[in-house]
């Protein structure tokens, strides 16, 4: 088993959407609006924010040219709508649609939690900053802070035009030919594939952190509160909210050996798969991981 450390992140945002469709923040405004045209393609460019409402800043004169259902436009209202936590009125302006339109409202609301964190990423002020259109095919433009970094960065928010309207492309063709292969099953889908991920995630992150709290403690392994209490492991690890599995460590009476399982906490919804391995000290066992139907995995 590998002894790289792997933060826990939400997985099944970072599946979905690019880093330009996740953040935003307004930004200095500029002097001056260009528009230009070079043969088909038409250019708008700007530094001024536009908020998502549509209101001008207050300390600037000028603003991008939004024209109803544009490009730029359709952003405006993607993210409105997902501020609002409209998100089945957001994903039909993406090429996520087919994976929602087929959900019924019960589902829809199963699926909140995961969508929750979304809306709350979204700034009351997008920067928008520039349009580019050429024939069926469009870039807008914002300047938004980096996931990684939160350094301020100009992005690319790419979309296309289907039967007259423009859609937000927020996954690649291969997720797309997915979402249309699964409808409305890709969502659920891709909520076992992510929460499996974070399981094993979070096991090598108990896997560090044992290894840590070894070296300072004589060679002796901690449970669960020592290590939280350390701020080695997050406390959410208590619970399923998070990753949609129950977490358990095992501690020799010595405490020189230890093993630590994720089961998911509702089999089928939240995930299939148990995990488990256990270290003694001079060796760590692979991560198992199997289908055992909700059960713990046996060490």
């Not at 797309?176 to 292969?181: G, H, M, R, Y």
């Not at 994720?262 to 001079?282: I, N, R």
């Amino acid at each position: 088993m590998s002894s790289n450390f792997f933060p826990i992140r939400n997985l099944f945002l970072i599946v979905i959407f690019t880093a330009s469709l996740i953040s935003g923040c307004a930004v200095e405004a500029a002097k001056e609006t260009k528009t230009k045209k070079v043969g088909e393609t038409e250019i708008v460019k700007s530094d001024l924010p536009l908020t998502v409402n549509g209101a001008k800043n207050e300390t600037s004169k000028t603003t991008i040219k939004i024209e109803p259902n544009s490009p730029a436009d359709t952003v405006r209202v993607f993210y409105k709508n997902l501020r609002e936590r409209k998100f089945r009125e957001a994903m039909f302006l993406t090429n996520l649609r087919p994976a929602i339109e087929g959900l019924t409202d019960a589902e829809l609301k199963e699926l909140q939690v995961d969508f929750e964190p979304l809306a709350a990423q979204v700034p009351a002020d997008i920067a928008i900053n520039g349009e580019i259109i050429s024939k069926d095919s469009a870039t807008v433009t914002a300047k938004l802070p980096d996931n990684e970094t939160d350094e301020i960065k100009l992005q690319e928010i790419k979309l296309r035009r289907e039967n007259g309207v423009w859609t937000i492309v927020t996954v690649d063709e291969k997720a797309e030919t997915e979402v249309k292969k699964e409808g409305k099953n890709y969502f659920f889908a891709l909520r076992l594939k992510t929460h499996h991920e974070e399981a094993r995630a979070m096991l090598e992150r108990v896997h560090k952190a044992q290894m840590v709290y070894a070296l300072q403690n004589g060679g002796l392994y901690g449970d669960m509160p020592a290590l939280i209490g350390k701020g080695f492991l997050p406390p959410d690890i208590v619970t399923a909210a998070t990753t949609g599995y129950n977490y358990q460590i095992q501690i020799s009476a010595d405490r020189k050996k230890y093993a630590a399982t994720a089961t998911p906490a509702v089999y089928g919804k939240t995930g299939k798969l148990s995990f488990g391995f256990e270290a003694d000290g001079k060796k760590t066992s692979a991560l198992k991981s199997r289908d055992n139907k909700g059960q713990p995995v046996k060490m």
